[in-house]
C-alpha cells in the first residue's frame, strides 16, 4: 500500500474534546502509549488450561519485534509475515494501551474513538480495531463486553464490520455484528477514518464521518456455574443498564491470520500484510453525559461469532 500525505490537523468534532491521541510523528512506537501482546494464546486461569490461537484458531505468533510493528512515514505499521517461529507459521503484532501486567497505559468510559487506516485485505486475513474492558467489572469475556470499531472479513474488501460482544461470561455470551458497505470507488486498503462514538445506551458507528451504524440494545450477566457463563433466568440475574458498557476500555489494533472467521490464507493472499495507522484520536463528550433507558431489543443482526 501506498502511503499518502498525513491527514492535515482538524477541529474536534462539534461537541467532542480530544482527551488521549497519537499521531505517530516520531521515529518510534511510544512505550509509554502502547504494549504488545505476545505469543499464540494464553493461559485461563480459571480452567487451568492453556488457550491456543486466542480461542480463534488464529496461525499468528504476536511478537514486538520491529519487523512486525515500527513507525515510519508518520505513520504506525502493523505487519503479518509468513514466517515460521515457536511453531506458528506466520507472525504479526497486536498493540493495546494496557501493559501486559494489567497496568493501564489508557483507558475510558464512554466517548469517540477513531483511527484512520489503511487496511491490508486477502483469505484468512483478519485486522481488526476493537476494544475490551480495563477489568473484568462483570465477569469474564463477554460478560464485561467487547467492542469492535473495524474489522473485514479477510477476503472482502468492499464491506467492513463493527459488533459487540456481551451477555455472559463464554459461552453463554451474544454477538450483534452490522455490515457497512463501502462506496464503489473504494476499498479498505485505501485512507478511511473508522469511529465509534459510545454513550451511555448507545454505540454508533462511522465510516469517514458519515453514520451508518446504531446498537441501543445489549445485556449483562455475572453467573457463572463451575466457571461457565449462565444465562440469565430472571431480571435480578441481569446486571443494571448499561453494563456491560458502562466502564473504562482500552484501544487495540492488530492483523491476524487466519482462524475461524475468516478461514486460512490462500495462495494469493499476499504477505506482509500490513495496517497502516496514521492517527489514534479519543474525544470526550464537551458538555458531559445523560443518563439512559434501554430500547427495546428488536430484530438484531447475527454474525459469525468470534470466541
Given at each position: 500500500?501506498?502511503?499518502?500525505?498525513?491527514?492535515?490537523?482538524?477541529?474536534?468534532?462539534?461537541?467532542?474534546?480530544?482527551?488521549?491521541?497519537?499521531?505517530?510523528?516520531?521515529?518510534?512506537?511510544?512505550?509509554?502509549?502502547?504494549?504488545?501482546?505476545?505469543?499464540?494464546?494464553?493461559?485461563?486461569y480459571h480452567s487451568h488450561t492453556w488457550v491456543p490461537g486466542w480461542g480463534n484458531e488464529e496461525l499468528q505468533y504476536y511478537t514486538d519485534a520491529?519487523?512486525?510493528?515500527?513507525?515510519?512515514?508518520s505513520a504506525l505499521h502493523i505487519c503479518a509475515i509468513k514466517e515460521s517461529l515457536h511453531g506458528c507459521g506466520y507472525t504479526s503484532a497486536r498493540l493495546k494501551t494496557r501493559s501486559?501486567?494489567?497496568?493501564?497505559?489508557?483507558?475510558?468510559?464512554?466517548?469517540?474513538?477513531?483511527?484512520?487506516?489503511?487496511?491490508?485485505?486477502?483469505?484468512?486475513?483478519?485486522?481488526?480495531?476493537?476494544?475490551?474492558?480495563?477489568?473484568?467489572?462483570?465477569?469474564?469475556?463477554?460478560?464485561s463486553g467487547e467492542i469492535d470499531i473495524m474489522e473485514i472479513h479477510g477476503e472482502d474488501p468492499t464491506r467492513t464490520l463493527g459488533?459487540?460482544?456481551?451477555?455472559?461470561?463464554?459461552?453463554?455470551?451474544?454477538?450483534?455484528?452490522?455490515?457497512?458497505?463501502?462506496?464503489?470507488?473504494?476499498?479498505?486498503?485505501?485512507?478511511h477514518v473508522y469511529a465509534v462514538e459510545w454513550e451511555p445506551g448507545e454505540?454508533?458507528?462511522?465510516?469517514?464521518?458519515?453514520?451508518?451504524?446504531?446498537?441501543?440494545?445489549?445485556?449483562?450477566?455475572?453467573?457463572?456455574?463451575?466457571?461457565?457463563?449462565?444465562?440469565?433466568?430472571?431480571?435480578?440475574?441481569?446486571?443494571?443498564w448499561p453494563a456491560p458498557f458502562d466502564h473504562p476500555f482500552y484501544l487495540l489494533m492488530n492483523v491476524a491470520v487466519g482462524g475461524n472467521f475468516p478461514g486460512v490464507p490462500n495462495a494469493q493472499t499476499q504477505f506482509p500484510a500490513t495496517l497502516v495507522v496514521d492517527y489514534v484520536r479519543v474525544y470526550q463528550r464537551s458538555a458531559g453525559y445523560g443518563e439512559s433507558k434501554p430500547r427495546a431489543p428488536g430484530r438484531m443482526p447475527y454474525s459469525k461469532q468470534k470466541a
Amino acid at each position: 500500500m501506498t502511503r499518502a500525505r498525513k491527514a492535515p490537523a482538524r477541529p474536534a468534532p462539534d461537541g467532542w474534546t480530544l482527551v488521549w491521541n497519537d499521531e505517530f510523528d516520531g521515529d518510534q512506537i511510544d512505550r509509554s502509549k502502547w504494549d504488545f501482546d505476545i505469543g499464540n494464546g494464553f493461559f485461563d486461569y480459571h480452567s487451568h488450561t492453556w488457550v491456543p490461537g486466542w480461542g480463534n484458531e488464529e496461525l499468528q505468533y504476536y511478537t514486538d519485534a520491529a519487523a512486525n510493528a515500527y513507525v515510519k512515514d508518520s505513520a504506525l505499521h502493523i505487519c503479518a509475515i509468513k514466517e515460521s517461529l515457536h511453531g506458528c507459521g506466520y507472525t504479526s503484532a497486536r498493540l493495546k494501551t494496557r501493559s501486559r501486567d494489567g497496568a493501564p497505559l489508557f483507558n475510558q468510559t464512554y466517548g469517540r474513538f477513531e483511527i484512520r487506516a489503511q487496511v491490508p485485505w486477502g483469505k484468512g486475513l483478519w485486522p481488526a480495531l476493537w476494544m475490551l474492558p480495563q477489568n473484568d467489572t462483570h465477569g469474564r469475556w463477554a460478560a464485561s463486553g467487547e467492542i469492535d470499531i473495524m474489522e473485514i472479513h479477510g477476503e472482502d474488501p468492499t464491506r467492513t464490520l463493527g459488533s459487540i460482544h456481551f451477555g455472559s461470561t463464554y459461552p453463554k455470551r451474544s454477538l450483534v455484528t452490522h455490515t457497512h458497505k463501502l462506496p464503489s470507488t473504494t476499498t479498505v486498503a485505501d485512507w478511511h477514518v473508522y469511529a465509534v462514538e459510545w454513550e451511555p445506551g448507545e454505540i454508533r458507528w462511522y465510516f469517514d464521518g458519515v453514520h451508518w451504524a446504531t446498537q441501543g440494545f445489549w445485556w449483562s450477566c455475572s453467573q457463572t456455574r463451575d466457571g461457565q457463563g449462565l444465562a440469565p433466568r430472571r431480571a435480578s440475574d441481569i446486571n443494571p443498564w448499561p453494563a456491560p458498557f458502562d466502564h473504562p476500555f482500552y484501544l487495540l489494533m492488530n492483523v491476524a491470520v487466519g482462524g475461524n472467521f475468516p478461514g486460512v490464507p490462500n495462495a494469493q493472499t499476499q504477505f506482509p500484510a500490513t495496517l497502516v495507522v496514521d492517527y489514534v484520536r479519543v474525544y470526550q463528550r464537551s458538555a458531559g453525559y445523560g443518563e439512559s433507558k434501554p430500547r427495546a431489543p428488536g430484530r438484531m443482526p447475527y454474525s459469525k461469532q468470534k470466541a
